[in-house]
């Protein structure tokens, strides 16, 4: 069992930044497939960002360039830098974990994790 607490959620003007964090219950280096996904309401949830546990990373398309996944092993922590955020990024965003390795890229692009967060809002304003 993992227990995922996300953090760093709040309203910003499009252009500004925030950074998202993600505190696990437990350590999550050892093989552990994490990542972050969004929803607005009436729409289902999409995909932002995974990680592996070896460092690979993979981003949806509309996310390329502006954002950033990393790990804080030492503190069992996800993060996830924003930059340049616009409209488009409002919604309520989730970290999420398996423990995969091999699967973890076909399982972000699924949504098939299976440890999941409560969830930050985030709100961009134009």
């Known amino acids: 069992q993992v227990q995922l607490v996300e953090s760093g959620g709040g309203s910003v003007q499009s252009g500004g930044s925030l950074r998202l964090s993600c505190a696990a219950s437990?350590?999550?280096?050892?093989?552990?497939?994490m990542a972050w996904f969004r929803q607005v309401p009436g729409k289902g949830r999409e995909g932002v960002a995974g990680?592996?546990?070896?460092?690979?990373?993979t981003y949806a398309d509309s996310v390329k360039d502006r954002f950033t996944i990393s790990r804080d092993n030492a503190r069992n922590t996800l993060i996830l830098e924003m930059n340049n955020l616009e409209p488009e990024d409002t919604g309520m965003y989730y970290c999420?974990?398996?423990?995969?390795?091999?699967?973890?890229?076909?399982?972000?692009?699924?949504?098939?994790?299976?440890?999941w967060g409560q969830g930050t809002q985030v709100t961009v304003s134009s």
């Open positions: 999420a974990a398996d423990k995969s390795y091999s699967t973890c890229f076909q399982q972000f692009e699924r949504g098939s994790l299976e440890y």
């Open positions: 437990r350590t999550t280096d050892n093989n552990y497939c």
């Open positions: 990680s592996r546990s070896d460092g690979a990373a």
